[in-house]
């Protein structure tokens, strides 16, 4: 099964339900998944630039930062902080070795944009 993780717009109370469901029923979500309140959230964090950086490191395992900026093409400085970005998110994780990680191998984006 591949690893997966779901980035969705969603409210806080779907999510919690849905966190409190699989606590009770003891049937965990078969993917990750990282809500965002409003579509504007998901997009202030996945930027074009964080897009390619997920691209440069999936399935590299952990690797500096210093690495991710050289297969990036990027300053150092600038990939420091968008990867700080998605850490906080929860979309990259920190190695042992003090590197980050993608650690998932599909990105996938869900939400609905629907007419008032």
């Given at each position: 099964?591949?690893?997966?993780?779901?980035?969705e717009v969603?409210?806080?109370?779907?999510?919690?339900?849905?966190?409190?469901?699989?606590?009770?029923?003891?049937?965990?979500?078969?993917?990750?998944?990282?809500?965002?309140?409003?579509?504007?959230?998901?997009?202030?964090?996945?930027?074009?630039?964080?897009?390619?950086?997920?691209?440069?490191?999936?399935?590299?395992?952990?690797?500096?930062?210093?690495?991710?900026?050289?297969?990036?093409?990027?300053?150092?400085?600038?990939?420091?902080?968008?990867?700080?970005?998605?850490?906080?998110?929860?979309?990259?994780?920190?190695?042992?070795?003090g590197g980050?990680?993608?650690?998932?191998?599909?990105?996938?984006?869900?939400?609905?944009?629907?007419?008032?």
């Amino acid at each position: 099964m591949m690893n997966t993780v779901v980035l969705e717009v969603r409210s806080l109370a779907d999510s919690l339900a849905d966190s409190a469901e699989a606590m009770k029923t003891g049937k965990p979500e078969i993917e990750a998944r990282i809500s965002f309140a409003e579509p504007e959230l998901l997009w202030q964090v996945l930027t074009a630039k964080r897009w390619e950086l997920l691209k440069v490191m999936r399935g590299a395992g952990p690797i500096s930062i210093r690495e991710v900026a050289r297969r990036a093409r990027r300053d150092v400085k600038a990939v420091h902080g968008d990867v700080t970005a998605l850490l906080n998110a929860g979309i990259l994780s920190r190695a042992e070795d003090g590197g980050v990680e993608f650690p998932f191998e599909a990105v996938k984006l869900e939400f609905i944009l629907e007419a008032v």
